[in-house]
T-cell receptor, first 116, second 112 residues
Framework: DARVTQTPRHKVTEMGQEVTMRCQPI?????VFWYRQTMMQGLELLAY????????DSGMPKDRFSAEMPDATLATLKIQPSEPRDSAVYFC??????????????FGPGTRLTVL | GQQLNQSPQSMFIQEGEDVSMNCTSS?????WLWYKQDPGEGPVLLIA?????ELTSNGRLTAQFGITRKDSFLNISASIPSDVGIYFC????????????FGKGITLSVRP
């Protein structure tokens, strides 16, 4: 039963600290998405990659957030420096796209981030 | 940008009842997806719809892609306590690189 995995599941940190969240997409999936979920805003797309190349990161605050895919099995989302307003659940999702057809996204369990 | 509307925010039903949720958009979508999120977990895909008018079932769940392509419906029949959760609709416009837009979700409570 293939699943997207995310680490850590929970992270509590102090304002100003760097936070790194990791995601392992489902083997064979070529698209990876990072979402942020809050009560007020719901699910917001931060960035997404296809075949490890960043396609869109317009939803991400560029000054403090960065997303990368060092290889096909690892995606990272970093926040530096973190701020209390970054507190949220961060989800990674993966999917497979071929021939221009829409991919279906499968979500990981999320990282719950609390910035004090 | 595209927006998806789901209302009401919360629904309360009795176990055994049927429930219907709808999702409307300001744009025409080529794909509609319905997800369910349990507490502390990520959204799980329930049903995917790719064609206007399409009606698809998954157990007690049935979803339809509206003819206008601006709406979709999810029906749950004979609800059970484990149906509790947040139900999200999501849609995508045409284009290989287009993004999924999510609704704000409907929180469903089922009274035993």
């Amino acid at each position: 039963d293939a699943r997207v995995t995310q680490t850590p599941r929970h992270k509590v940190t102090e304002m100003g600290q760097e936070v790194t969240m990791r995601c392992q997409p489902i083997l064979g999936h070529n698209t990876v998405f990072w979402y942020r979920q809050t009560m007020m805003q719901g699910l917001e797309l931060l960035a997404y990659f296809r075949n490890r190349a960043p396609l869109d990161d317009s939803g991400m605050p560029k000054d403090r957030f960065s997303a990368e895919m060092p290889d096909a099995t690892l995606a990272t989302l970093k926040i530096q420096p973190s701020e209390p307003r970054d507190s949220a659940v961060y989800f990674c999702a993966s999917g497979r796209t071929s021939g221009g057809l829409a991919d279906t996204q499968y979500f990981g369990p999320g990282t719950r981030l609390t910035v004090l | 940008g595209q927006q998806l509307n789901q209302s009401p925010q919360s629904m309360f039903i009795q176990e055994g009842e049927d429930v219907s949720m709808n999702c409307t958009s300001s744009s025409i979508f080529n794909t509609w997806l319905w997800y369910k999120q349990d507490p502390g977990e990520g959204p799980v895909l329930l049903i995917a719809l790719y064609k206007a008018g399409e009606l698809t079932s998954n157990g007690r769940l049935t979803a339809q892609f509206g003819i206008t392509r601006k709406d979709s419906f999810l029906n749950i029949s004979a609800s059970i306590p484990s149906d509790v959760g947040i139900y999200f609709c999501a849609g995508r416009v045409a284009g290989a690189n287009s993004k999924l837009t999510f609704g704000k979700g409907i929180t469903l409570s089922v009274r035993p």
